[in-house]
């Protein structure tokens, strides 16, 4: 679980018609928390939460999921490319969760990327 000293990656897929909806929309403003938790792609390492806690990121060049687990976990390859695409591109959303944990949306895909460290 987030916060117990654990890190953990997983992938989602939507569904055609869930993915189809989430391009249809603006999608940050129907996601719990609207667009004040949510915010568009890429992600910014600059953000204040980032940096409490992540002071370990150096601020040039994208986050990427490897970065945000602090690499303690191994990452099936292939997705983590497709996870630090839609970190940072356009075209996503993301938002920091309670306890380490970063979701990104990336509808063009149909994916969800859900990653925490503790």
Request: charged share 20%; net charge negative.
């Amino acid at each position: 679980m987030p916060g117990d000293d654990e890190a953990g990656f997983v992938v989602y897929t939507l569904t055609p018609r869930s993915a189809e909806w989430a391009r249809a929309q603006g999608l940050a403003r129907h996601l719990s928390g609207g667009t004040s938790k949510w915010h568009r792609t890429p992600v910014n390492k600059e953000d204040a939460e980032m940096r409490r806690s992540h002071s370990s990121v150096p601020p040039e060049g994208s986050l990427t999921i490897y970065q945000f687990v602090r690499g303690d976990i191994f990452v099936e390859e292939g997705r983590d490319t497709e996870a630090n695409h839609a970190m940072a591109n356009t075209g996503s959303f993301y938002s920091y969760g309670l306890g380490g944990s970063l979701t990104v949306v990336d509808p063009g895909r149909g994916k969800i990327y859900f990653a925490y460290q503790g």
